[in-house]
């Protein structure tokens, strides 16, 4: 790739690369990613730029003609499976960069309840919903904006006292100062969120819309340090991708599942519109692949 620094290691198979190759492996198996009749799964069939693009990535990737293609709702739920996997087998690899007791939760079955409002820094939402519960009348002051339900996130389990005093600097907190901090476990012991992801196999103006309804109530009803908020998708339209990915507040930014594979298929394309937006999102540090997920999350 282009901008590789110097001293990456050539001729030898990373971590990254390899659960790349078994993500969009698994992808293929469970017909996530797969063709029928010529269109791939995750092309809009009655757009002619997104079948002939999505229909190059699906090859490259090496997807199988099925007989029918998944129901959204099955291949979804396989999407946000795969995805917890794959961030689940790399980010916590990268101990060296960020330190901590790191899980990775798929909560994408579970919404009706309020699976946020486990973690910090969304606890008080948790009593916000019961409040709701015992007295309806609050739901149409409040509104839904309390709820947020992500598909993936990941979480730190806060540190006993004896981790944190454990270096060679000695004693660091004591029983006198400190002592509201959430990464404390002798303060709480609730997880802290660290990454909200939301996982959109494709995008139609409904769904990137709910992905920026989704963030935006992540950012303002936390109390405290705003988790990554991030979206993971495999569409393959680049100005649908654009309605999405462009501009920032939002977002911190949109993941692609094969975003190499999605830059020769453009081009393949001849598409000179759908080649300039890619290179906008791309250039304009909006659009990354998958594998730089894992990485932007250690910091």
Same mark, same amino acid.
């Given at each position: 790739?282009?901008?590789?620094?110097?001293?990456?290691?050539?001729?030898?198979?990373?971590?990254?690369?390899?659960?790349?190759?078994?993500?969009?492996?698994?992808?293929?198996?469970?017909?996530?990613?797969?063709?029928?009749?010529?269109?791939?799964?995750?092309?809009?069939?009655?757009?002619?730029?997104?079948?002939?693009?999505?229909?190059?990535?699906?090859?490259?990737?090496?997807?199988? !003609?099925?007989?029918?293609?998944?129901?959204?709702?099955?291949?979804?739920?396989?999407? !946000?499976?795969?995805?917890?996997?794959?961030?689940?087998?790399?980010?916590?690899?990268?101990?060296?960069?960020?330190?901590?007791?790191?899980?990775?939760?798929?909560?994408?079955?579970?919404?009706?309840?309020?699976?946020?409002?486990?973690?910090?820094?969304?606890?008080?939402?948790?009593?916000?919903?019961?409040?709701?519960?015992?007295?309806?009348?609050?739901?149409?002051?409040?509104?839904?904006?309390?709820?947020?339900?992500?598909?993936?996130?990941?979480?730190?389990?806060?540190?006993?006292?004896?981790?944190?005093?454990?270096?060679?600097?000695?004693?660091?907190?004591?029983?006198?100062?400190?002592?509201?901090?959430?990464?404390?476990?002798?303060?709480?012991?609730?997880?802290?969120?660290?990454?909200?992801?939301?996982?959109?196999?494709?995008?139609?103006?409904?769904?990137?819309?709910?992905?920026?309804?989704?963030?935006?109530?992540?950012?303002?009803?936390?109390?405290?340090?705003?988790?990554?908020?991030?979206?993971?998708?495999?569409?393959?339209?680049?100005?649908?991708?654009?309605?999405?990915?462009?501009?920032?507040?939002?977002?911190?930014?949109?993941?692609?599942?094969?975003?190499?594979?999605?830059?020769?298929?453009?081009?393949?394309?001849?598409?000179?519109?759908?080649?300039?937006?890619?290179?906008?999102?791309?250039?304009?540090?909006?659009?990354?692949?998958?594998?730089?997920?894992?990485?932007?999350?250690?910091?």
């Amino acid at each position: 790739r282009q901008g590789m620094p110097p001293d990456t290691v050539r001729g030898m198979s990373s971590l990254l690369s390899a659960q790349r190759a078994a993500f969009h492996a698994r992808l293929v198996s469970d017909g996530t990613l797969s063709i029928t009749k010529g269109v791939a799964s995750h092309a809009d069939s009655s757009q002619k730029t997104s079948k002939l693009i999505a229909l190059h990535m699906a090859n490259a990737m090496g997807a199988q !003609e099925w007989p029918k293609k998944l129901s959204g709702q099955r291949a979804g739920k396989l999407f !946000e499976d795969a995805v917890q996997e794959f961030l689940a087998g790399t980010f916590q690899q990268f101990q060296m960069l960020r330190p901590g007791n790191w899980e990775v939760k798929n909560l994408g079955g579970q919404r009706k309840e309020f699976h946020l409002a486990k973690f910090e820094p969304y606890l008080h939402l948790d009593d916000l919903a019961r409040a709701i519960e015992a007295d309806p009348l609050l739901q149409p002051a409040l509104g839904n904006s309390y709820a947020i339900t992500p598909d993936i996130v990941i979480v730190r389990k806060p540190e006993p006292d004896s981790l944190i005093n454990g270096g060679p600097a000695g004693a660091l907190v004591d029983s006198m100062t400190g002592l509201r901090a959430p990464i404390r476990q002798a303060v709480q012991s609730a997880s802290i969120a660290h990454a909200v992801v939301s996982c959109k196999w494709t995008l139609r103006s409904d769904r990137a819309q709910n992905a920026r309804s989704e963030s935006l109530n992540v950012i303002r009803n936390r109390k405290g340090r705003t988790p990554h908020v991030v979206v993971v998708t495999g569409e393959p339209t680049p100005s649908r991708l654009a309605s999405l990915a462009l501009g920032t507040g939002d977002l911190d930014m949109v993941y692609h599942v094969a975003l190499d594979e999605l830059v020769a298929a453009v081009a393949a394309s001849k598409n000179d519109e759908a080649e300039a937006m890619l290179t906008t999102l791309v250039n304009g540090k909006r659009l990354r692949d998958i594998t730089d997920l894992p990485l932007d999350l250690c910091v």
